[in-house]
């Protein structure tokens, strides 16, 4: 493949700039918000205090998944589930004790929201972060590999509209950048 056939293949889809600490990311986070930029993302090893306000993150979506979606049909199921199963399908007299009464169901029911509710968080988070995800264009950058040791780093997606590589790159120096570098995505 000639090199000019390399280039068609190869797209550059954000930026990715380094930064000496992780005071100097929070910052530049903060900058890259209040600038505009809204399709961007940090990278550290260990969690920032403060990185979700700097970013202008919400609050998560992912509470009232599991409520919703986990917890309310999983006690209904539970509820439902041990009605029919003692007072329809199987019905047993013990002790002169009703068919069904809420109160030794419990534990079956609290199981059974526990079970949704896990489901959901582990679903609802997948879905939120769009994982599973075994490719990304960032890990075609060396420096990157060092993320997960000392290395903090903010990306810019090109789909941001305020996204132009020059004015992007310059600005991100401004801002303390010691490395800033295209994130290259090959078909």
């Known amino acids: 493949m000639s090199a000019v056939q390399e280039r068609e293949r190869t797209t550059v889809v954000g930026l990715l700039a380094e930064f000496p600490h992780p005071g100097a990311l929070l910052e530049a986070a903060r900058a ?17 205090h403060g990185m979700d306000k700097a970013m202008g993150l919400g609050v998560s979506k992912l509470g009232f998944i599991v409520f919703f979606l986990g917890a309310v049909p999983g006690a209904l199921l539970g509820t439902w589930m041990q009605w029919w199963m003692n007072g329809v399908d199987y019905k047993i007299i013990i002790s002169g004790k009703p068919f069904f009464s809420l109160e030794p169901s419990l534990p079956i029911i609290f199981e059974v929201t526990i079970l949704f509710s896990a489901l959901a968080a ?6 939120l972060n769009r994982l599973p995800r075994p490719y990304n264009p960032l890990f075609n950058s060396e420096r990157f590999a060092r993320v997960t040791d000392d290395a903090f780093f903010l990306a810019i997606e090109a789909t941001d509209p305020k ?14 950048a010691i490395h800033v570098e295209p994130v290259i995505d090959t078909e």
């Open 32 to 48: 890259v918000r209040e600038a505009g930029y809204r399709r961007f993302d940090t990278y550290s090893p260990f969690p920032i």
């Open 122 to 127: 582990l679903f609802g988070m997948l879905g």
């Open 163 to 176: 996204f132009d590589p020059e004015q992007t790159a310059d600005f991100l120096r401004k801002l303390g």
